[in-house]
Nanobody
Framework: QVQFVESGGGLVQPGGSLRLSCAAS????????MSWYRQAPGKERELVAT????????TYADSVKGRFTISRLNAKNTMYLEMNSLKPEDTAVYYC????????WGQGTQVTVSL
């Protein structure tokens, strides 16, 4: 079955950096466009970044453009999100998912940006 395991979150001060990882299984990872999403307390889940199946094309939400970088390593069925210049408003649970095919969500990884 399709499964996503997110990791790499934590508590970081404003201006700091984190690198999230997403380990995918149960499908042919290299065939799918993949995305990172996040959900802050009391808010709906929002799309953060998307990467094409081969990794050559990426898009970002305006709120993270220039600060976050999405990448993938198809040989390891893994996707990454490099987050720099973190702000308190980036605090959320971060999830990975196939962009155009719904499946069960993973548990996510908590990112907290605070002094």
């Amino acid at each position: 079955q399709v499964q996503f395991v997110e990791s790499g979150g934590g508590l970081v001060q404003p201006g700091g950096s984190l690198r999230l990882s997403c380990a995918a299984s149960g499908f042919t990872f290299s065939n799918y466009v993949m995305s990172w999403y996040r959900q802050a307390p009391g808010k709906e889940r929002e799309l953060v970044a998307t990467i094409s199946s081969a990794g050559g094309s990426t898009t970002y939400a305006d709120s993270v453009k220039g600060r976050f970088t999405i990448s993938r390593l198809n040989a390891k069925n893994t996707m990454y999100l490099e987050m720099n210049s973190l702000k308190p408003e980036d605090t959320a649970v971060y999830y990975c998912q196939r962009r155009y095919y719904s499946s069960v969500w993973g548990q996510g990884t908590q990112v907290t940006v605070s002094l």
